[in-house]
């Protein structure tokens, strides 16, 4: 029998970089959150491994091995077939095939019955935090995560459809040795939650502009609409985000962003 799971978007509102590990990988503090928006997927037991993918994102994501889903599928230790439907653009800061990989393991711990045996983390530092789905503060390389409460968020995705390779960017940084984020704020306090959360940074936001500098403009347009109280940059880009103060602030500014740059991926959705 099929299961059928969500892959959400995966947004940092917040990546700073603490330090750097001696095989080269960088420490994080982050706050993670998940849109209504992302990829589905069915899953089904089967006698061989197959994936299948449809969507507006199908086009280029590879059908073997190399995709996260199947060496998730690999990591629990069962075949099965795989149809993903691809609504996320990949390579874009927002988690799409760690997520799909996350999905897939949930989804074969309910047809199995059982937990998996292998560390998600293998698979790649998004994939337990993708696992979690709501929001999570994550530290370390995506090893260490804690749930905190947050305040649901009106927000818009902005993808200007560059590529920025993940380890260019990290490269790119100039610091590594930024102080952590402190206490996280509390979920009743909304106008400090504001404060907090527009004080915090993306520190992969500056290299990921020197790489690709389209994405310096599409935080200048969010920065300029009405309603919007953050503009930044998820993960390692290039995909943005502008949060609103009302769904109907940023349903709008969607709308103007998509016909302003129809070519671009917009979409208004909610951050929990
Ligand atoms: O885990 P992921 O495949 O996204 O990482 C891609 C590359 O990004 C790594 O090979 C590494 O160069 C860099 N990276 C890093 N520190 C992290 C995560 C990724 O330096 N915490």
């Known amino acids: 029998m099929a299961t059928e799971v969500f892959a959400p978007a995966k ?38 491994m197959s994936i ?14 190399r995709n996260l ?3 998730a599928a690999e990591l629990f ?18 988690g799409g095939g760690s997520s799909d990989a996350a999905a897939v393991i949930s989804a074969m711990e309910q047809i199995f019955d059982r937990a998996i045996q292998g560390d998600p983390l293998t698979l790649g530092a998004d994939v337990p935090v993708c696992a979690v789905g709501k929001a999570v503060r994550m530290q370390g390389i ?22 920025v390779p993940t380890p260019l960017v990290f490269q790119g940084l100039t610091s590594k040795e930024n102080p952590g984020m402190g206490a996280l704020p509390q979920p009743d306090v909304p106008s400090d939650v504001w404060d907090w959360l527009v004080a915090q940074r993306n520190d992969l936001q500056a290299p990921a502009i020197a790489a690709q500098p389209v994405i310096g403009g599409v935080l200048e347009g969010l920065s300029g609409l009405a309603g919007v109280r953050l503009a930044r940059m998820s993960g390692s880009g290039a995909t943005c985000f ?24 917009v979409r208004a959705v909610q951050l929990s």
């Open 11 to 48: 947004i940092n509102l917040t990546l700073h970089v603490t330090g750097q590990r001696s095989d080269g990988y960088h420490l994080l503090d982050s706050l993670v959150v998940f849109a209504d928006f992302g990829d589905r997927l069915r899953v089904t037991p089967a006698s061989e």
């Open 52 to 65: 299948t993918v449809t969507g507006p994102f199908a086009e280029g994501v590879p059908l073997d091995q």
């Open 69 to 71: 889903c199947w060496r």
């Open 77 to 94: 230790g069962e075949t099965v077939s795989i149809e993903l439907e691809k609504n996320l653009p990949h390579a874009a800061g927002i």
């Open 142 to 163: 995506g090893d260490q995560l804690g749930l905190c409460h947050f305040p649901p968020l009106c927000a818009v995705l902005v993808n200007p459809g560059v590529l």
């Open 242 to 265: 502008g949060i609103f103060e009302h769904a109907e602030f940023a349903k709008r500014a969607a709308q103007h962003i998509q016909k302003a740059h129809p070519d671009w991926w």
